[in-house]
């Protein structure tokens, strides 16, 4: 019976983790859903946190999460400000929201260390280089 039931496909949201200028001129990471989409995601909830082992010792974070009304089409809406001491982690943030009636949820996981320069690309819709999962 489960296995007879195939969800649908999350295809044009993005999870990005972008470092940029706050208001006091300082340095920061945030992370942002982007929608790609021609249409607007609503009901949209985001769980995230960290896990992995760090000096031999299994590490986790807390929980965080997040609701989020309505993302419009080809927007971009900040999640939450990221420090840099859990990159070493992996860093996942579990998406849900609801398209036409129907319900879409995907996980987006940063493995650890990805969140690195190297990796940056230009980050549509917002437009500055960061790291992205889509």
Excluded at 16 to 34: G, S, T
Excluded at 87 to 94: A, D, S
Excluded at 98 to 108: A, E, G, H, R
Aim: glycine share 4%; charged share 30%; no cysteine.
């Amino acid at each position: 019976m489960k296995k007879d039931i195939i969800p649908p496909t999350v295809e044009d949201v993005a999870i990005a983790i972008i470092r940029e200028q706050n208001e006091q001129d300082e340095m920061e990471w945030n992370v942002y859903l982007i929608n790609l989409k021609k249409e607007d995601i609503e009901g949209v909830l985001i769980t995230s946190k960290g896990y992995g082992a760090f000096n031999d010792e299994e590490v986790k974070t807390s929980t965080l999460r997040h609701f989020l009304d309505v993302v419009p089409a080809n927007t971009f809406k900040k999640i939450e400000p990221i420090v840099e001491s859990v990159f070493g982690l992996n860093n996942e943030f579990w998406l849900s929201f609801f398209l036409n009636s129907v319900m879409y949820d995907k996980k987006y996981i940063f493995l650890p260390e990805t969140i690195i320069e190297e990796n940056f690309t230009l980050v549509p819709i917002i437009n500055k280089k960061g790291v992205m999962i889509k």
